[in-house]
Antibody, heavy 120, light 112 residues
Framework: QVQLVQSGAEVKQPGASVKVSCKASGYTFTIYYIHWIRQAPGQGLEWMGIITPNVGGTRYAQKFQGRVTMTRDTSTSTVYMELTSLRSEDTAVYYC?????????????WGQGSLVTVSS | QSALTQPASVSGSPGQSITISCTGTSSDVGGYNYVSWYQHRPGNAPILMIYDVVNRPSGVSNRFSGSKSGNTASLTISGLQAEDEADYYCCSYTSSTTLAYVFGAGTKVTVL
């Protein structure tokens, strides 16, 4: 069965960086795009960006340009999202989500979420 | 890019039908048939309930249905059940240059 398993919770100081992992299983990793979506406390969902696991192509929301980097390791079927220069407003649950099929424009499987807390 | 507009909360009694609206613009909801809806219970991963405005993934109850008129999409839950209590988010692909997808702020569904 399809699974996206994310890394655990992190506590970071302002200005630090965090790298969240998302390990895929149960399907051919290189075929399906992976997106990163976050939810700050009491807020809605926010799209951050996409990575194409086959070639590693990325597109980021302008809001995160310059601070976010999405990468992948095809040998372990794992996608990574690194966010730098953290501030308190980055405190959120970060989700990876699979795009249902090529250019589907919806997300059929999600990871369990990784809580990132930014606090001094 | 503003979030899509959803009501903060909707409630209904068991067996009733409720509808959640999701209003965007011609750059997102009105311009594409790429509206999807997600059910989200706290502490759990979101679940895809509707995609491409009207389609249900296998395994999703046929009590859930989607529609769209102009710049507003809607999710209807018929025969409301206690298990339907959750947050619901709409999402649309967008032609915006600043991001590819925009979500609504979410609607809390309460079963009375």
């Amino acid at each position: 069965q399809v699974q996206l398993v994310q890394s655990g919770a992190e506590v970071k100081q302002p200005g630090a960086s965090v790298k969240v992992s998302c390990k895929a299983s149960g399907y051919t990793f290189t075929i399906y795009y992976i997106h990163w979506i976050r939810q700050a406390p009491g807020q809605g969902l926010e799209w951050m960006g996409i990575i194409t696991p086959n070639v590693g192509g990325t597109r980021y929301a302008q809001k995160f340009q310059g601070r976010v980097t999405m990468t992948r390791d095809t040998s372990t079927s794992t996608v990574y999202m690194e966010l730098t220069s953290l501030r308190s407003e980055d405190t959120a649950v970060y989700y990876c989500a699979r795009e249902a099929y090529y250019e589907a424009k919806n997300f059929d499987y999600w990871g369990q979420g990784s809580l990132v807390t930014v606090s001094s | 890019q503003s979030a899509l507009t959803q009501p903060a909360s909707v409630s209904g009694s068991p067996g009733q039908s409720i509808t959640i609206s999701c209003t965007g613009t011609s750059s997102d909801v009105g311009g594409y048939n790429y509206v999807s809806w997600y059910q989200h219970r706290p502490g759990n991963a979101p679940i895809l309930m509707i995609y491409d405005v009207v389609n249900r993934p296998s395994g999703v109850s046929n009590r859930f249905s989607g529609s769209k008129s102009g710049n507003t999409a809607s999710l209807t839950i018929s025969g409301l059940q206690a298990e339907d209590e959750a947050d619901y988010y709409c999402c649309s692909y967008t032609s915006s240059t600043t991001l590819a997808y925009v979500f609504g702020a979410g609607t809390k569904v309460t079963v009375l």
